[in-house]
């Protein structure tokens, strides 16, 4: 039953296309997925740049690191319905997520909360914390974690 409903899998193509441990079944696609073989090609090309070019690796070479950003936002505006001139692809959710709230982040009068539910990320929450610490306000709770049903989420999410 397996090999049938295997043999009918249109994506099953794509395993070559990684490099699969033997004897394991692969579930965290969450952080860091398995590394295919074209990104393997593609980061050993840019190694190569940094390699031969050094500094110059920013703005010349076969991926320039300076623009790749707007070029793979241009690649990846199709798939999340967006126009090219509208995606950017940067860091981490929890690598930006810290450095907006350092920017950003002002706690002042009585809107000085920072809520996050249940299933944030854990890193994510680390940033949220840290940001704590690193504030004025030791002292205070400034960051809080919600379930999403709590009273708390209705009156100020």
């Known amino acids: 039953m397996i090999q049938q409903k295997n043999a009918q899998d249109e994506l099953v193509v794509f395993r070559e296309e990684f490099h699969l441990k033997q004897d394991a079944i692969y579930m965290d696609g969450n952080?860091?997925?398995l590394l295919s073989k074209p990104a393997e090609t593609t980061l050993m090309e840019v190694i190569t740049d940094w390699k031969e070019k050094g500094i110059d690796?920013?703005?010349q070479g076969k991926h320039p690191w300076f623009s790749l950003s707007e070029k793979l936002g241009e690649m990846m505006a199709p798939l999340v319905g967006g126009f090219p001139e509208e995606v950017i692809v940067t860091g981490s959710t929890t690598v930006n997520l810290h450095q907006l709230i350092s920017t950003f982040y002002e706690p002042s009068g009585t809107r000085t909360k920072i809520l996050a539910d249940e299933l944030t990320f854990p890193s994510d929450i680390y940033a949220l914390q840290s940001q704590q610490r690193l504030s004025n306000h030791h002292d205070e709770m400034l960051f809080i974690v919600i379930h999403q049903?709590?009273?708390l989420w209705m009156k100020h999410g």
């Open 57 to 59: 690796g920013w703005t």
């Open 149 to 151: 049903a709590s009273e």
């Open 31 to 33: 952080s860091l997925g």
